[in-house]
């Protein structure tokens, strides 16, 4: 059974860093794209973050671009991490990794992707 999971949440200080990681299970085949997503209390699912499975393309929105970092562990894109430097009260949220095979997904929609992984909170005290 193909999953997400993702790990390295936790409750830190404003202006701290953070980073997150999401392995895909070995029934993955190499997904096209890998994203990351984030849910506040009371808020849609929004865009975060995804890279491409050669690395070479990423996306960031633009609330977090500058400040936080997406990269692949290697060229399956099976395991990915978000870095976030400088974080803010307002990046409070659940953290969800998502993974798409498709090569002509839009990757900062979130129903370009197939499968999710349970997500994992990120509390930034300010």
């Known amino acids: 059974q193909v999953q997400l999971v993702e790990s390295g949440g936790g409750l830190v200080q404003a202006g701290t860093s953070l980073r997150l990681s999401c392995a895909a299970s070995?029934?993955?085949?190499?997904?096209?794209?890998m994203g990351w997503f984030r849910q506040a209390p009371g808020k849609e699912r929004e865009f975060v973050s995804a890279i491409s499975r050669d690395g070479r393309t990423v996306y960031y929105s633009r609330s977090v671009k500058g400040r936080f970092a997406i990269s692949s562990a290697d060229t399956k894109n099976t395991v990915v991490y978000l870095q976030m430097s400088t974080l803010k009260s307002e990046d409070t949220a659940v953290y969800y990794c998502?993974?798409?095979?498709?090569?002509?997904?839009?990757?900062?929609?979130?129903?370009?992707?197939?499968?999710w992984g349970q997500g994992t909170q990120v509390t930034v005290s300010s």
């Open positions: 070995e029934e993955m085949y190499s997904p096209y794209t």
């Open positions: 998502g993974a798409t095979l498709s090569e002509r997904a839009d990757a900062r929609r979130e129903t370009s992707y197939d499968y």
